[in-house]
């Protein structure tokens, strides 16, 4: 498993855009699939983002395709999630994962998480 660091969080308008990273430490050496989740106050964890590791595949949630955009710098074993046009309905705890074995779209197919970081988007 790899150790995920997220950063970049906080309180954007609505329109504006964010762009929030994670580092990954540990078993880096492997190839492994890295990508987003979110869950807002009372909801279900929801997919977000994820991209492979050659960065050849992305796929996104309908609720963010053309406004969000997943990208990756293995030299620097970090993930990007780009986010413009926010939307207060965007407004959610953010969450990296990552996994060595398959690309993933569904939580529990990911086996290594990071803490999270709040974005929080006011209209």
């Known amino acids: 498993q790899v150790q995920l660091v997220e950063s970049g969080g906080g309180l954007v308008q609505a329109g504006g855009s964010l762009r929030i990273s994670c580092a990954a430490s540990?078993?880096?050496?492997?190839?492994?699939?890295m990508g987003w989740f979110r869950q807002a106050p009372g909801k279900e964890r929801e997919f977000v983002a994820v991209?492979?590791?050659?960065?050849?595949?992305?796929y996104y949630a309908s609720s963010v395709k053309g406004r969000f955009t997943i990208s990756r710098d293995n030299a620097k074993n970090t993930v990007y999630l780009q986010m413009n046009s926010l939307k207060p309905e965007d407004t959610a705890v953010y969450y990296c994962?990552?996994?060595?074995?398959?690309?993933?779209?569904?939580?529990?197919?990911?086996?290594?998480w990071g803490q999270g970081t709040q974005v929080t988007v006011s209209s």
């Open positions: 994962a990552a996994d060595e074995k398959r690309i993933f779209t569904t939580a529990r197919l990911a086996g290594s």
């Open positions: 540990g078993r880096t050496a492997s190839p492994y699939a």
């Open positions: 991209i492979s590791w050659s960065a050849g595949s992305t």
